[in-house]
């Protein structure tokens, strides 16, 4: 990754004043490791600024393509109750003004249609509740965009896909984009929106739609899925520069030396790993002006020792 490499490039960076340098000199952990230039040199370590970087966050979940059937019959039900009813309400309306206007018809008529309407009215309720269940992100477009996505699945220019997160009850922020791994192959989806209906896996779930899927693709396959939110700013910092023990992740910061007689000092800084981002991690916790060693940081360990407490960068 180019990241990775401008970091790795960098050789060791002079030291010049920094207020952050200068609060952590007057407190660093006591045993610090301190070396000076030719034991740098010998073990190789290197120190750069950790570079500004914006990545989103990823989601593994499991991905299976729904049946454009099960879509169609939900549609249809919701549709012919929706009609029956309507014709219902206008049957209910032809019979009061009859009654009304004393022309043929009878309250018995009147109460018999009006018990039919209520009847009917329920059915569409149901079947209408049946459907937002089932394709909630679909009832929640407008009529427009929800037939062009309907006919688009019948027709099979495009599969809807559901995403299940295994061990997530809830969602927060709504992805905005979807990955599907098809036999190696990464193919773009839609997310259209959040499904209220769990499935066998008890988790929660998002409606995906997939526009020209490989052919093969079809209802009942499953599939790896990555979902990915909106960019998330960070600091990205290497591999090498991360180390982790009980109290969590942490990097080596080289402090700022009174001279240049003087060895440089290293203290170990609280580190929040956002993800994972090519050869190394998207962090938070350091400044985009520190010095954080990046190559070596294993050799430092070594010298301090386990069990020195991390200090958290706010010095």
């Known amino acids: 990754m180019v990241a990775c490499c401008a970091?790795?490039?960098f050789s060791l960076v002079a030291i010049g004043d920094d207020d952050d340098d200068k609060a952590a000199d007057s407190k660093g952990?006591?045993?610090?490791p301190s070396l000076n230039g030719d034991q740098q040199r010998a073990v190789g370590i290197v120190v750069a600024h950790p570079l500004v970087a914006n990545a989103p966050d990823r989601f593994e979940?499991?991905?299976q393509v729904l049946d454009a059937t099960t879509l169609i019959s939900d549609v249809g039900d919701a549709?012919?109750?929706?009609?029956?009813e309507h014709s219902a309400s206008a049957e209910v309306a032809r019979l009061r003004g009859l009654y009304e206007g004393g022309a043929g018809a009878s309250l018995r008529m009147l109460e018999a249609a009006q018990a039919e309407q209520a009847k009917v009215q329920?059915?569409?309720?149901?079947?209408?509740?049946r459907f937002a269940l089932h394709w909630g992100p679909l009832a929640a477009l407008s009529a427009a965009a929800r037939q062009k996505v309907i006919e688009a699945s019948a027709s099979g220019r495009s599969l809807l896909l559901r995403?299940?997160?295994p061990g997530r009850h809830s969602i927060g922020e709504l992805p905005n984009k979807a990955l599907l791994d098809v036999d190696g192959i990464q193919v773009p989806g839609r997310v259209l929106g959040i499904l209220r209906q769990t499935s066998e896996l008890q988790s929660a779930g998002l409606l995906i739609e997939v526009q020209s899927a490989p052919a093969g693709l079809g209802p009942g396959a499953r599939v790896p899925v990555a979902l990915l939110t909106a960019?998330?700013?960070?600091l990205f910092l290497p591999r090498d520069a991360v180390l982790y023990d009980q109290n969590g992740a942490y990097v080596y910061k080289q402090l700022t030396k009174k001279n240049a007689a003087e060895k440089a000092r290293y203290a170990p800084v609280k580190v929040n790993l956002l993800r994972p981002l090519g050869e190394g991690w998207l962090v938070e916790g350091v400044d985009d002006d520190d010095d954080i060693v990046v190559h070596g940081a294993g050799v430092l360990w070594s010298l301090q020792g386990v069990g020195t407490q991390q200090q958290d960068d706010d010095d």
Do not use: C, M, N
């Open 163 to 165: 995403a299940d997160l």
């Open 79 to 84: 549709t012919v109750a929706g009609a029956a």
């Open 231 to 234: 960019d998330r700013k960070g």
């Open 29 to 32: 952990p006591a045993g610090a």
């Open 7 to 9: 970091l790795l490039g």
């Open 61 to 63: 979940a499991l991905g």
């Open 122 to 129: 329920a059915q569409a309720e149901i079947a209408s509740a």
